[in-house]
């Protein structure tokens, strides 16, 4: 199956499928007891939950069960496996380049799929990148990308093809074909305590990401105060578990675990990030982006097979030119001002001394506060909201001096979102260890 007529093994319906074959009871009590799912339960819970058999409360009662049992490493590739078969599967085989892909974890200020996408392309692999809107305190590479004047985030499969052929990146938004019991069972998980269960994470995100049908993955797995794994030990299993699964399933697969204790860059909010995006484009921007942008590169470059220095195509422009092309093929224009936000306020230093802690969280709350994130996935995000940072853990600080800057265009969330940022800044205290990369899962170079 080629991606000209990208695969569209679509769900099954009911007719060909034993409903009674197991009792939703029987299996949510095996795993509330701590024992094994076969195969065979694993695949029908999964497939008997899409097509709406298993009820809601009965799959809300097994993640709850997963949360406190687990998979173990037989149950987990067929749980994830069987999430794939609910939905269609890309193949970008004929393409004739290798293809490379990135997923975080999510974090505060997190813009390197911007950056890192056209660099990767620009160094010879093709990018095929399906993103998400944001929810809660981390941002949506969509959101970001969607407050360039025009820019489109809808493709079909046979433009995210063309575009990948003339362009060699694409950032577009997942359709709805790519594993559809993950949409439903992540909605759930949502609204019953459950998402942060690791086998459940993993399965949720590589369930998308191998079915997306890119030949090598990097995942970055976030560590800290604002990311899902706030243990390094946690990131490190959920990290080791995705390499595995993307291995099992032909993709070849890296993890690194990075630093998410204080905002990566000094910008977060959608048309800030953006700004902060292109300034790394142009050569320049701050110090932790660049390096993890080009960290994430050569990993990605390395899994494809090609030898070539990304730091080189940051600097020399041919990143931009593709970051440019990209834009303009979804309808946006590079060039145009982005949106800017209707009302200011500074946050100033209360004392002289050293910036121990800028917490990720806090400044994560305050730009969702102040408009740039939604808590319910049908509400508007502001383009220009978002916090600026001017100083970051390390830096030293004299009183009065501007911290950060918030953006909003509704004046009256400055309030909540000072109250967000209270506990979150510290002035003092012990030197932060400032370490980025903290490690890595996966094959050797
Ligand atoms: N992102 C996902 O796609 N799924 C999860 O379960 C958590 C984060």
């Known amino acids: 199956m080629s991606v000209d007529t990208i695969g569209s093994r679509s769900t099954a319906g009911p007719g060909d499928f034993d409903s009674h074959r197991f009792d939703a009871v029987q299996l949510i009590r095996i795993k509330r007891d701590g024992r094994r799912l076969s195969a065979e339960q694993i695949r029908w819970l999964i497939r008997a939950y899409t097509l709406g058999i298993v009820a809601d409360e009965q799959m809300s009662a097994m993640a709850m069960a997963v949360y406190f049992r687990g998979l173990d490493d037989t149950e987990l590739p067929v749980w994830t496996q069987a999430m794939i078969d609910t939905g269609e599967r890309l193949d970008f085989s004929r393409l004739g380049r290798p293809t490379s892909d990135k997923h975080s974890t999510g974090g505060v200020g997190d813009k390197v799929t911007l950056p890192l996408a056209p660099l990767v392309a620009a160094c010879g692999v093709a990018v095929p990148q399906l993103s998400g809107r944001g929810l809660g305190h981390t941002g949506g590479t969509l959101d970001k990308l969607e407050s360039i004047p025009g820019w489109q985030a809808g493709l079909s499969n046979e433009q995210m093809m063309s575009q ?146 990304p730091a080189k195509a940051l600097r020399d422009g041919r990143a931009m030119d593709v970051w440019r092309r990209m834009i303009r093929a979804q309808g946006g224009d590079p060039d145009a001002p982005l949106p800017a936000a209707r009302h200011q306020q500074q946050v100033l230093a209360p004392t002289d001394g050293v910036l121990g802690r800028l917490d990720a969280m806090a400044v994560g709350l305050a730009a969702w506060r102040l408009g740039a994130g939604r808590a319910r996935k049908e509400d508007p995000v502001q383009a220009g909201a978002g916090v600026e940072i001017h100083a970051k853990p390390g830096d030293t600080v004299r009183a009065g001096q501007p911290l950060l800057t918030l953006h909003t265009d509704t004046p009256e969330a400055f309030d909540r979102a000072s109250e967000a940022l209270a506990d979150g800044i510290e002035i003092g205290g012990p030197a932060p260890a400032g370490r980025l990369i903290l490690d890595r899962v996966g094959r050797a170079h």
């Not at 998308?208 to 706030?230: N, P, Q, R, Y």
């Not at 921007?285 to 070539?308: I, K, N, Q, Y």
Request: aromatic residues 2%; negative net charge; charged residues 25%.
């Open 164 to 309: 990948l052929r003339d362009v060699g990146a694409v950032i577009c938004a997942a359709g709805s074909g790519l594993a559809p019991a993950d949409r439903k069972l992540y909605a759930l998980r949502d609204v019953t305590g459950t998402v942060e269960a690791i086998p459940l994470i993993a399965s949720s995100i590589m369930s998308k990401k191998i079915a997306e049908g890119t030949s090598s993955l990097v995942l970055d797995v976030k560590v800290g105060s604002g990311a899902f794994m706030t243990r390094e030990d946690d990131a490190r299993e959920l990290a080791r578990r995705m390499v595995e699964l993307g291995e099992a399933a032909g993709v070849r697969t890296v993890a690194l675990l990075t630093a998410m204790d204080t905002p990566l860059g000094l910008t977060a909010g959608n048309a800030l990030e953006v700004r902060e995006a292109v300034e790394v484009l142009a050569g320049g921007g701050p110090a932790d982006v660049v390096a993890l942008t080009v960290a994430l590169a050569r990993e990605m470059l390395a899994l494809s097979g090609v030898d070539a220095d």
